[in-house]
């Protein structure tokens, strides 16, 4: 059995996100390990007004969801690695650590900073609590 044998990544697209990704996949690949990328989004602080901004907000939700799908599936097949695609909508720190214990995870790997802004997300931010909360490893790529 490999150390790292289940990898997540945090991954919302962004630079930082695709250089974790980049790193989880030259660790994948010396160990055999599988790769599971995690975007939480979808989170919002503020309450809609009407019916109809809720339905455009979903939409915007589940368009950025499946463009991010399309982009692994095709970096899957480039690499050769089969990377999963997980897409869950909540506090994006806490749903890290709670998706990482609840399915093994050896090791989580994140960007510095990710999409600051989209959604609510402050990836700086959400690194610094999964660092502190994850009972597994923590990755962090800079540059």
């Known amino acids: 059995m490999t150390m790292y044998q289940n990898i997540l990544v945090a991954y919302d697209g962004s630079e930082g996100a695709v250089k974790a990704l980049n790193s989880a996949l030259i660790i994948a690949e ?85 999409h600051s802004g989209l959604w609510g997300n402050d990836l700086g931010h959400v690194t610094d609590k999964v660092s502190e909360n994850a009972k597994c490893n923590v990755l962090i790529v800079r540059k």
Not at 30 to 39: Q, R
Not at 44 to 50: D, I, M, Q, S, V
Not at 73 to 96: F, M, T, V, W
């Open 30 to 114: 010396s160990l055999s390990s599988h790769i599971v990328a995690l975007w939480v989004g979808g989170y919002r602080a503020y309450y809609h007004e009407t019916v109809a901004e809720i339905d455009e907000e979903n939409k915007s939700i589940e368009a950025f969801s499946s463009r991010l799908k399309k982009d692994l599936r095709i970096r899957s097949k480039c690499e050769g690695i089969d990377i999963e695609y997980a897409h869950l909508q909540g506090n994006p720190a806490k749903l890290i650590v709670e998706y990482a214990g609840k399915n093994k995870v050896d090791l989580i790997v994140m960007g510095c900073k990710g």
